[in-house]
């Protein structure tokens, strides 16, 4: 696709790198037959290639509308398209850099303006989101039901327990997990416990930094980034083996950290390390020997709903269902797996009507099979998903269970 750079681009580095990414793309339309977005309304600017096309005008001079930032908001960077693009556009690269710049464009009204900055001066930090949560949860009874869905549950936060190996890894306690389900991170401890692995968390690690960097807030989120290097970073130096996501959102993210903080002089080098030592608790887990556990899972069979940050995100498509089959689950095909739950970090919270018909399709594929159990790899994913009469679980508390119980 040929672009024609406005001055005012043409030498930085955002419009060089929007530029890049644009010409890449072919303008086929493949894309669009797996976005979800474009599924629900059928309108080619909530398609990828559309949304390449508001982009592409933003920086070729054309000022953006609130039109314009409203049909960039409803994408849910599930990165779907990036999976299925022949021409390997990275579209979600170009999604954050064309939002950024709409977002210094265009005004946004009132109470989105609010609600974004409540999301991001809460969430990110669990001593200030866990009361607050609290609070909520307490007044439950009063709320509106459209409130009362989006409450998640509060977890009392306990530091992890695990014997000592001389095999060891770090493992990011998170934002949303620490407070809802700290015992993810327990049970991958146990798993690779019997691994002969420790597990262990950088106290002075935080936020991955993905919420502020999908609302445009790119300085709050290279400071979280570069407070978790940090963190990590003495670890590194003494032989950490890896730094393990039990959050698959987080683990995209940390992932991106070397391409993220690139042009910074001090950081650049250690995020490219980081982002290297950066893995899925299913990466991690499919390179051990599991031979002793391959009768584990025998007779039962479990749903398991691929996250997009990890399968479009991370590329790790059929890691997971590949494991449990190993270990003797059954694990059915689901229908439209490539398809985002609704879940996507806060766009639930920002766009609830679309959200909703995504995470009602989502559920009618994954109870097609009647399974036992419904895992999945991310946090927002399993909150999101579960239902009094049919929780969601992380696959590795279902494994730790399992191999604890025999």
């Known amino acids: 696709m040929q672009t024609r750079l406005a001055a005012k681009y043409a030498n930085t580095e955002k419009g060089l790198t929007a530029e890049s990414i644009i010409r890449n793309c072919v303008h086929c339309g493949f894309c669009n037959a797996t976005c979800p977005t474009y599924q629900l309304l059928g309108d ?37 398209c990036e999976s299925t693009c022949p021409s390997g556009v990275e579209f979600a690269k ?8 709409v977002d210094t464009l265009v005004n946004r009204p009132f109470v989105d303006r609010l609600i ?16 607050l949560l609290k609070t909520a949860n307490l007044f439950k009874p009063l709320l509106p039901q459209s409130v009362k869905a989006r409450l998640i549950p509060v977890q009392k936060t306990r530091p992890l327990i695990q014997q000592t190996h001389q095999r060891f ?24 416990d019997k691994l002969q692995i420790s597990l262990l968390e950088a106290p002075k690690a935080g936020c991955c930094g ?67 030592l950066s893995k899925d608790i299913a990466e991690v887990i499919a390179a051990e020997d599991l031979s002793v556990w391959q009768n584990l899972g025998v007779g ?55 959200s909703q018909s995504l995470r009602l399709q ?23 998903l579960s239902t009094p009469s049919r929780p969601v679980n992380h696959w590795i508390e279902m494994l730790a269970e399992r191999i604890e119980h025999g």
């Open 169 to 192: 890894m770090l493992v990011l306690a998170g934002c949303v997990q620490s407070v809802s389900s700290p015992n993810t991170n327990q049970a991958a401890a146990n798993v690779l």
């Open 362 to 384: 989502k559920l009618s594929a994954l109870e097609a099979s009647q399974p036992d159990k419904i895992v999945t790899a991310n946090i927002g994913c399993q909150l999101y």
């Open 300 to 354: 039962s069979t479990i749903a398991f709903q691929s996250p997009c940050s990890l399968q479009h995100g991370q590329q790790l498509t059929g890691l997971v269902e590949t494991i449990l089959q190993q270990l003797g689950f059954t694990t059915p095909v689901i229908n439209d797996a490539h398809i985002c739950c609704g879940s996507a970090g806060s766009y639930s919270l920002l766009q609830p009507k679309l």
């Open 210 to 276: 993905a919420l502020a960097q999908h609302l445009s807030a790119e300085e709050k989120a290279s400071n979280q980034m570069k407070q978790n290097i940090d963190a990590w970073w003495p670890f590194i130096e003494h032989g950490c083996e890896a730094i393990v996501m039990t959050a698959s959102g987080c683990g995209s993210t940390v992932k991106d950290y070397g391409y993220l903080l690139r042009n910074d002089k001090v950081y650049a080098e250690k995020a490219a390390k980081v982002s290297e």
């Open 116 to 131: 974004r900055k409540l999301l991001l001066q809460t969430v990110p930090y669990p001593a200030t989101f866990r009361p």
């Open 44 to 80: 080619e600017r909530d398609g990828p290639r559309g949304r390449i096309y508001l982009i592409k005008q933003v920086f070729e001079g054309v000022s953006p509308t609130r039109e314009t930032q409203v049909h960039l908001d409803q994408c849910l960077t599930c990165r779907a």
């Open 94 to 101: 170009l999604a954050d850099i064309g939002r950024m710049e």
